[in-house]
């Protein structure tokens, strides 16, 4: 069997799977794209305005793609002016309503509600979709407008919010939701008045879209704590951004590095953003490095099992649950894996026991018995994260590992078969 060529037709993503010839060791640089759970965000803060917005270092990942459609709906202009680098006006826009078949392609597209209520006194968008994750109710989202001041209505599958104008308010969050902290912040900064938001997320990408918010004109003090304070003003200008680093891609090829006993550099990973992943990798064994602009961890040894629990920033991230354990299959020892975020994502503990993996999984905990060797296998993705654990564990298998529906894949990681052959994994994207 041979390896296919890197250069199968993106048109044909539907139904690409990707194919890995595992037990080569991850070796070289990589540089990380811009965080999409930071840009989608971001995107959706042009709403708030109609002037022209700049963001640089857009990921080219569905999500992004979807989210650009999602905007040309509502008639926004949307120009490709360089590399990653996209001119978003939405001075057009007219429409208020953020239809279903887009909407349901991805959670994240709720976002648009906050914005919508904010700027014209009304949005009405559809229940969302995404990964089969967890029911990630949106009702703090809801809880937060109606603090403001926006009456809810709930119809066919749609969520209205209406306000004249938002008013300031005090929300105290029942956890701190990254999206709920981010849906009220974009609300808040055109309503009459201060808004206190209490138990707010404390994630980077929170904290780079109240930076960007900040250059729009907006009034927002706290971001990055558990306490968000906002100054609601009249109007909102554009912006100039670059979008932060995806910690969570660069957790991923960092993590590959210590499954395959190899050596990555991720370059633009901040370790700030990572010091929890990083803590775990080097009691696992692997040896890391910071830079002020990359992180670079390399490994020659078995990893020692270590326990994660997932929680809010600065916890162990959620969206890194998955790839560690890939990488605890094959420890040393025995290692907990508890999941506190979301109810159902252990989706992948079947796939990877189809390689030989050992995990007995209960409600939200996992145990991870490590073997020495994965055996390659077809398996199939469930969702975003769980996809890319089934590519790092194929690298380290022996044989050849098959991921089917790699469209879940394509929602968060920009080109990751190329990337990972520029470390010089033996993989492919081949159409079914």
């Known amino acids: 069997m041979t390896v296919w060529s890197l250069h199968a037709p993106r048109s044909a993503r539907l139904v690409d799977k990707i194919v890995i010839q595992g037990g080569v060791a991850l070796e070289g640089t990589v540089v990380a794209s811009g965080a999409k759970n930071a840009a989608l965000p971001l995107l959706f803060a042009c709403l708030l305005t109609d002037k022209p917005c700049r963001l640089r270092r857009v990921p080219d990942v569905a999500d992004i793609r979807t989210t650009r459609n999602l905007l040309q709906t509502l008639g926004a202009t949307i120009e490709e002016v360089g590399p990653h680098e996209l001119i978003i006006d939405c001075s057009q826009v007219v429409e208020a309503e953020a239809p279903y078949e887009l909407v349901r392609k991805m959670r994240a597209s709720f976002l648009a509600l906050g914005p919508l209520v904010a700027r014209f006194g009304r949005g009405r968008v559809s229940k969302p979709g995404g990964c089969a994750i967890g029911t990630r109710p949106i009702d703090m989202h809801l809880a937060?407008?109606?603090?403001?001041?926006?009456?809810?209505?709930?119809?066919?599958?749609?969520?209205?919010?209406?306000?004249?104008?938002?008013?300031?308010?005090?929300?105290?969050?029942?956890?701190?939701?990254?999206?709920?902290?981010?849906?009220?912040?974009?609300?808040?900064?055109?309503?009459?008045?201060?808004?206190?938001?209490?138990?707010?997320?404390?994630?980077?990408?929170?904290?780079?879209?109240?930076?960007?918010?900040?250059?729009?004109?907006?009034?927002?003090?706290?971001?990055?704590?558990?306490?968000?304070?906002?100054?609601?003003?009249?109007?909102?200008?554009?912006?100039?951004?670059?979008?932060?680093?995806?910690?969570?891609?660069?957790?991923?090829?960092?993590?590959?590095?210590?499954?395959?006993?190899?050596?990555v550099r991720v370059e633009g990973a901040r370790?700030?953003?990572?010091?929890?992943?990083?803590?775990?990798?080097?009691?696992?064994?692997?040896?890391?490095?910071?830079?002020?602009?990359?992180?670079?961890?390399?490994?020659?040894?078995?990893?020692?099992?270590?326990?994660?629990?997932?929680?809010?920033h600065p916890g162990f991230p959620t969206d890194l649950q998955a790839q560690w354990m890939a990488l605890m299959t094959l420890a040393d020892g025995r290692a907990r894996v508890a999941e506190r975020i979301f109810e159902n994502r252990f989706m992948h503990v079947p796939e990877l026991a189809r390689m030989g993996a050992h995990i007995v999984s209960s409600g939200g905990e996992a145990v991870i018995t490590g073997c020495e060797q994965l055996s390659g296998a077809p398996v199939m993705a469930t969702d975003l994260r769980a996809s890319v654990s089934l590519v790092l564990a194929g690298l380290a298998a022996s044989g050849y590992t098959e991921v089917l529906r790699v469209y879940h894949l394509d929602r968060g990681y920009e080109r990751i078969e190329e990337k990972l052959g520029a470390l010089g994994a033996r993989v492919a994207r081949v159409p079914v």
Do not use: W
């Open 144 to 263: 937060g407008f109606e603090r403001l001041g926006a009456k809810i209505n709930e119809t066919h599958g749609y969520i209205e919010a209406v306000s004249k104008r938002l008013q300031g308010g005090h929300f105290i969050m029942e956890m701190p939701s990254v999206g709920a902290t981010e849906n009220v912040m974009l609300a808040a900064v055109l309503a009459e008045g201060r808004t206190r938001i209490e138990n707010a997320a404390r994630e980077p990408e929170v904290v780079d879209l109240a930076a960007a918010l900040s250059k729009m004109g907006a009034n927002i003090q706290g971001a990055g704590s558990s306490i968000i304070e906002i100054e609601g003003v009249d109007s909102l200008g554009g912006y100039d951004h670059e979008v932060i680093p995806d910690r969570i891609e660069a957790g991923t090829y960092l993590i590959g590095a210590a499954i395959t006993r190899g050596q």
């Open 271 to 312: 370790a700030h953003d990572l010091s929890m992943l990083l803590e775990c990798l080097e009691a696992a064994g692997a040896t890391v490095e910071t830079q002020a602009d990359s992180v670079t961890v390399g490994s020659t040894a078995r990893a020692r099992a270590v326990d994660i629990v997932t929680a809010p």
